[in-house]
């Protein structure tokens, strides 16, 4: 994607837990172009999150790169960060952990402005201004978090990450903690914000129905490895990895009843000892003997799609998937 304003290239993640160390995101490549939505989807635990916050520096890759308008990005420090990344922004699951509930809104969202040289009266306008943007009321500035609900506690979350006028964002779980009308309208409020103003949005979540609305493209993740993008409506039309097939499957209808729970053979593995081969093989119902010795490669389809599975490149997918 030759006009990416982020680029990951064969990224991996490491942590220690109790002695063991563990891969959470292994060998990982993604793009993202301005104005466009990316969902990152997968089950909890599978890397998305990690795979995030080392996108935008919170964390140090092990291995690869991830670039932002060109430039590598580095894990953030005590010092002052390069500006070149103030426009590199992330919005967490959590909205009122991320405020601080000792100072006033307004201060909180000024604050990015002020660190690239704007006045601090000019710097609260601005914060007056997106939070109207956002739909909450100017004087919102003089006001604490907890004065807030948790809706509108994001809505502050995302007019803070606008403040430094971001050319890309990454949303990380960002409506899954709210009601169900909040999770809409703050939906609809970050697809229109990046219409707008042009950004690029990696969304994090696990609800596919949010994902499918928002998205244009999707990036499917499975125990620290991407194995199926593609956009959205070929993904959700005709999905190639069985573990796509799973998820899609599992995603509820209407009516209640045209679904089948996610309810795969096994338990996720545990990252610290991954399985051979495809790392999905263990719970896959279509599995063949090779699955657990082959380390699938990326395969190209005709639609644009990338898939990474053995029996997609040997052409011998059943067409027909029963979980």
Not at 7 to 17: P, Q
Not at 257 to 262: D, H, I, K, N
Not at 310 to 320: D, F, I, N, S, Y
Request: proline share 7%; net charge neutral; aromatic share 4%.
């Amino acid at each position: 994607m030759s006009n990416s304003i982020i680029e990951v290239s064969n990224l991996s993640v490491e942590y220690t837990r109790n002695g063991k160390k563990i891969r959470a995101v292994a060998g990982v490549d993604i793009q993202l172009a301005p104005g466009e939505i990316l969902g990152l989807v997968g089950e909890s635990g599978c890397g998305k999150s990690t795979l995030g916050k080392t996108i935008v520096g919170i964390l140090k890759g092990a291995e690869g790169e991830v670039l932002f308008n060109g430039k590598s990005v580095e894990k953030i420090g005590r010092g002052r960060r390069d500006p070149h990344f103030l426009n590199l922004q992330m919005i967490f699951q959590d909205p009122y952990g991320s405020l601080n509930p000792r100072r006033k809104i307004g201060e909180q969202i000024a604050d990015g402005p002020m660190i690239a040289g704007v006045s601090k009266s000019d710097a609260l306008k601005k914060a007056q201004s997106l939070l109207e943007r956002v739909g909450l009321p100017a004087n919102a500035v003089d006001r604490f978090p907890h004065q807030f609900s948790g809706g509108q506690r994001q809505r502050i979350a995302i007019a803070r990450a606008l403040a430094i006028s971001p050319t890309a964002i990454i949303a990380d779980e960002p409506i899954s903690a709210l009601d169900t009308s909040s999770q809409a309208a703050v939906a609809n409020l970050l697809v229109n914000l990046v219409e707008e103003f042009n950004m690029g949005m990696i969304f994090i979540s696990h609800d596919l129905s949010i994902v499918r609305r928002i998205s244009d493209r999707v990036a499917v993740m499975y125990l620290g490895k991407i194995v199926e993008t593609g956009k959205t409506e070929d993904i959700w039309n005709s999905p190639s990895h069985p573990y796509t097939k799973a998820l899609i499957a599992a995603i509820p209808h209407a009516d209640g009843q045209s679904f089948v729970p996610l309810d795969l053979p096994g338990d996720v593995p545990n990252p610290a000892f991954p399985p051979s081969g495809c790392r999905f093989h263990p719970r896959c119902p279509v599995a063949q003997s090779q699955c657990s010795s082959v380390e699938p490669l990326k395969v190209s389809l005709k639609d644009g799609r990338e898939v990474s599975c053995v029996l997609q490149e040997a052409g011998t997918m059943p067409k027909a998937i029963t979980f």
